[in-house]
DNA sequence: CCCGAACCTGAAAAAAGCCTGAACCTTTAC
DNA sequence: GTAAAGGTTCAGGCTTTTTTCAGGTTCGGG
């Protein structure tokens, strides 16, 4: 994890980088608001530590600009001001925490773990067998740009098989998942659905298919080219 | 947008509910920390204004368990202790952000705009599909210089789908986070407001429509031109 | 080579899900 | 208080999904 430090007092920034380094950061510390927002956008940086008061440029344009040029690293503002429209102004420029000195190390280090701690974000599910893929929030089956919207039976068809890599699923274990433990459901369902999807893996022209192994099931594989 | 506010002081409580209200969040309110918590674990909030002193079960208590229940909604926690151990212990306990009593409204906006901003989004009262534009302050929905204004559960909808960008939105969620989880609306209720956003997207001529999944939901799409 | 079991698939019926106009109710603004 | 805006309910009609069915094809063992 990289922070980067920008802060004029230069005993508090070696301070900081000392505290972060810690918690597993590598700090870099820039000692003025234009070489700050330089460092900054170059966008490898996990966390920015952000003093308001600075020569050059101040920390609410800094926090503005990295926020515009789309750098998502959380933003703590570390200043001396406690006006409450300083507070405002900082968070709405973009700002993810806004700490006022003095403040005890330990609550620092508390405001990065809650900062960073957040990591674990938006996932975007996809299953995936070779190039064929399966967006599990979109619920389309994709192969290069194109695309096909699966119904509800379908998707859980193709969940399954995607999930199972090129092994055999039987018919039984098909309609236990799909259709339910109990239903009257019999094979020929899933013969119709399985013909579905093949009609539209081919629309696709995807080089995976749907293969029968007679009294086994199905499986998919790829079709070598 | 839902907020949840578990807070004793209940003139407090409404003060907040109503200052969210000025920002598009319906809030629920409880008074006590074991209601708190369990309204808090249906995780259909966006945002959690937690106290500390609580009858009950303590702010910290709750926040632990709501993130042990991966409940990833932001946590606010709101308190009069300003000891350093008090909001170490607070932002540990999973909270994002401590604020101490007293604090101005225009401060506590500013953290719950902080808080609910998505990562990589810049202009904070606007969210944006494509060039369909949703304006946060105005309720506006726009596309190019034409606009129209959404009522209040129609601006809900489009903030759901627009902060969700592809991905599809069962009529489950869409009716817990716009009705509440313990609303008696139905699917027709959402089937209704879906074709009033589509009447209005028409209208606004957007490249973008509401699709159907049958069975799953509705999302966002791009109609190609 | 022949037969039956297993499988495929187009078509159509049945069921489930969805759309929407309109009437009616509630809240808000003045 | 009133009107307008917003919200809910309802019913009939429409669309898509799911099931059913029937005739055809493929496969493997005798």
């Given at each position: 994890m990289r922070a980067l430090i920008v802060e004029d007092d230069k005993a508090l920034a070696r301070t900081l980088g000392e505290m972060l380094k810690s918690v597993h950061f590598e700090s870099d510390i820039c000692n003025d608001g234009e070489s700050g927002l330089d460092w900054g956008l170059s966008?490898?940086?996990d966390l920015v530590v952000l003093d308001i008061?600075?020569?050059?440029?101040?920390g609410f344009s800094i926090a503005r600009e990295l926020r515009k040029a789309k750098i998502a690293a959380p933003i703590l503002m570390l200043t001396a001001r406690t006006e409450t429209d300083d507070k405002v102004r900082g968070l709405d420029s973009g700002a993810d925490y806004y700490l006022t000195k003095p403040f005890e190390m330990s609550e620092l280090l508390a405001c990065v773990r809650a900062l960073t701690?957040?990591?674990?974000?938006?996932?975007m599910d996809e299953l995936s067998f070779g190039d064929l893929k399966l967006?599990?929030?979109?619920?389309d089956l994709s192969w290069g740009d194109k695309k096909v919207r699966l119904g509800k039976k379908e998707f859980s068809l193709m969940h399954i098989f995607m999930s199972n890599g090129e092994a055999v699923v039987s018919k039984d274990t098909l309609i236990n998942k799909v259709w339910g433990f109990?239903?009257?459901?019999?094979?020929n369902n899933v013969e119709v659905y399985i013909s579905f999807l093949r009609k539209k893996l081919a629309f696709l022209k995807a080089p995976v298919q749907i293969a029968t192994l007679r009294k086994f099931g199905y499986r998919l594989e790829r079709t070598d080219t």
């Open positions: 966008g490898d940086y008061m600075l020569p050059m440029k101040d701690r957040r990591q674990g974000e938006v996932v967006n599990l929030s979109t619920c109990e239903s009257d459901a019999e094979d």
